[in-house]
């Protein structure tokens, strides 16, 4: 048996609900599917206590019983990184670990399924996702997206890294304005380079976005409005650090957005008041707002979330909760799993 692993260009982008997706496509089929994560990187704290969701959910759809210790084998927390550079990290047994929880795994399994991260994470240890496979002998998918021409670049280079273990690469949340430049033009171009396409997800608007109240607890954040509704949905964010005529341009164009700006800054805070397309206001620094802006967020029922984290750092973490999306949820595996058996060639993919 030879393992599928999945890998991306770029955080965030549905690799969970694909790998899990082809899983369960395979079991579909009368097959026995495993998976495994061999590097899990969400973490609840930079000192590795994993909160990864990923392997909970492979669980649960795949009707799995092996400890999340092998599912997972290696944290890979920023403090993991850093005793790594400081030589304080085995690669043997690190690799070790990974091969024996693999082999346990594949014993009860006709096909195994290997979520990967971002294609070179884990290159400090010798564990980037190329890495991973040379190690377990496994063919590669590589997820992409393809927002502008640019992303073209990653997709060839990611191709050249891995060589002949890459199967193809299936291009996610593919937009309809783009759709048909990536069908047209760029599958050929990426053909004539020697790199198949296995498949073009469509942008799905279910699979994308989360909840006020979802994002609220992804941050945590505390809710300074109890009384707005967290149901709203957040698609999209814009950060507020321009002149306030500036930003009410760009909040009216916004829809179903979070604005991120600092809790001090009250010329946004009321400007954004004003947008109908915005879900919330997510305001950094642990600044409190005054009275006046939580009076007329409360009118308009617009939640407010507080963080004590700076803008950047907040940013970073909407950001990557938007694009994860609800992906970690059974719902969006079979979504998925309906995307793959419509846009992708699965029976050639699992044939390889």
Known sequence: MTPLLVTSTADGTGKTA?????????????ETAGYMKPKGTRLESAVGKTRDEDPMLAREVLDLDAPIEDLEPVVYSP????????????ADELRESITSAYERLAE????????????????AVDLSDRDVAELLDADVVLVAEFEEHGDV??????????????????FNRVSSSMYDEVADHVVPFLAGRGVETLGILPH????????????????????????????GRVDRFVVGAMGSKAALEQFRRTRDGA????????DIQTTALEASGVSCLVLTGGYRPSNAALG????????????????RTTVDKVEQVIR????????AVDRMADLLRDNADTDHLFEQ
Do not use: C, H, N, Y
């Open 259 to 266: 604005v991120i700006t600092g809790g001090d800054r009250s």
């Open 153 to 170: 670049d990653e997709v060839i280079a990611a191709a050249d890294v891995l060589g002949d273990r890459l199967v193809g690469v299936l």
């Open 324 to 331: 994860s999306g609800r992906t970690q949820r059974r719902e």
């Open 18 to 30: 694909i790998t899990i997706a082809l899983a369960s496509i395979a079991r579909a089929d009368g």
């Open 79 to 90: 403090t993991f990184v850093q005793e790594a550079i400081r030589g304080r990290s085995d």
């Open 108 to 123: 009860v399994a006709d096909v195994m399924l290997l979520e990967g991260g971002k294609l070179w994470t884990g290159s």
């Open 204 to 231: 799905d608007r279910d699979l994308g976005g989360v909840t006020v109240a979802e994002l609220s607890d992804s941050i945590g954040a505390e809710l300074l409005t109890p009384e707005a509704p967290t149901d």
């Open 296 to 311: 007329k967020a409360a009118s308009r029922d617009v939640p407010v979330l507080l963080v004590r984290s700076d803008t």
